[in-house]
C-alpha cells in the first residue's frame, strides 16, 4: 500500500531535478535529454517511473517527447508553471523577470479595476474609498500599506466577478507574492510617496473615472516595480534602471 505514494513522490523528484536542470542551462534548447536507460541507472528507477517524469516535462511544455527521445523545448513555449521555479532557481531571483511579473500584475489589476469600477455599488465604492484612506493614513508603514494594497487588489477582483482573471491573480498572489515578500519588501520608498497615487485613485473611483483609476493604478504599480528594482540592485550586478 505504501510502495505507490513513494513511487509517486520519487517521480516528481526527478522531474524536479530534470526541469531545474533544463532551466538552468545544463541542456540546450532542442538538446536530446538522456536515455530513459540513463536515467533509470542515475536515478535507480523503473523505465516506467522515469517516462511519467518526462511526461511531467512535456506537460510542462519544457520538453517534447519525440520517437528519437525526449528534447529540450524552447522555453517560450512553456507554460506559467515554469515561473515559479525560474524565480526560485537561484537565492536572487532574476531582476528582469521580477519587473516582467510585477508589470502583468500591474495589467491585470488595472483591467480588473476598470471593471470593478463599472459593476460597483456605492457601498462598495465606499469600502473601497476607507481602504484607500488606510493607504494614505499610514504613510511611512510599509507592512501596512502593503497590506491595504492588497485588501485594494482583492476588493477589485471581486467586484469585477471575473473568474479567470480571479483565478490568474490567485496565482500569482500565492505563488509569486508569497516568494518575493520577504526578499523584496516594499521599502525603500518616502513617506508620503504612495499618496499621491492612492488620492488620484480615491478621486477616480468617487467619479467612476476608469481612464484615471487607471492612470492611478499604473502609479501604483510604478512604485512597487521601482521598490522590487532597487531592493535587487543591492545584490545584482546588473540592475534595471528606475521607472520614471
Known amino acids: 500500500m505504501n510502495a505507490v505514494p513513494s513511487q509517486v513522490s520519487r517521480t516528481e523528484t526527478i522531474a524536479t531535478i530534470l526541469r531545474d536542470e533544463i532551466l538552468s542551462g545544463q541542456y540546450r534548447t532542442g538538446e536530446r535529454l538522456p ?14 517511473a522515469v517516462r511519467e517524469a518526462l511526461k511531467q516535462l512535456q506537460q510542462l511544455g519544457i520538453a517534447s517527447i519525440q520517437p528519437s527521445g ?3 523545448a524552447p522555453i517560450e513555449d512553456c507554460t506559467l508553471d515554469v515561473l515559479w521555479p525560474l524565480l526560485d532557481l537561484n ?20 483591467e480588473a479595476a476598470a471593471t470593478a469600477i463599472e459593476k460597483a455599488t456605492d457601498e462598495e465604492l465606499e469600502a473601497a474609498e476607507a481602504i484607500i484612506d488606510e493607504i494614505i493614513a499610514c504613510s511611512g ?5 502593503f497590506e491595504a494594497v492588497r485588501k485594494l ?3 477589485y477582483v471581486t467586484v469585477a466577478d471575473h473568474l479567470v482573471l480571479r483565478l490568474i491573480v490567485n496565482g500569482l498572489r500565492t505563488s509569486f507574492m508569497t516568494r518575493m515578500g520577504k526578499l523584496v519588501p516594499i521599502n525603500g520608498l518616502e513617506p508620503d510617496e504612495m499618496a ?3 488620492k488620484r485613485i480615491r478621486k477616480a473611483l468617487i467619479e467612476r473615472n476608469p481612464d484615471e483609476l487607471g492612470a492611478g ?13 532597487r531592493v535587487l540592485k543591492k545584490a545584482s550586478r546588473d540592475p534595471l534602471t528606475e521607472l520614471k
Open 141 to 145: 508603514d510599509h507592512a501596512r500599506q
Open 91 to 110: 537565492e536572487l531571483p532574476d531582476a528582469k523577470l521580477v519587473d516582467e511579473v510585477l508589470h502583468m500584475t500591474g495589467v491585470l489589476m488595472r
Open 153 to 155: 487588489a482583492e476588493f
Open 217 to 229: 493604478m499604473h502609479d501604483l504599480n510604478r512604485l512597487f516595480r521601482n521598490s522590487a528594482r
Open 35 to 48: 536515455s530513459e536507460r540513463d536515467l533509470c541507472e542515475r536515478f535507480s528507477i523503473s523505465r516506467g
Open 196 to 198: 499621491q497615487p492612492a
Open 70 to 72: 525526449a528534447r529540450v
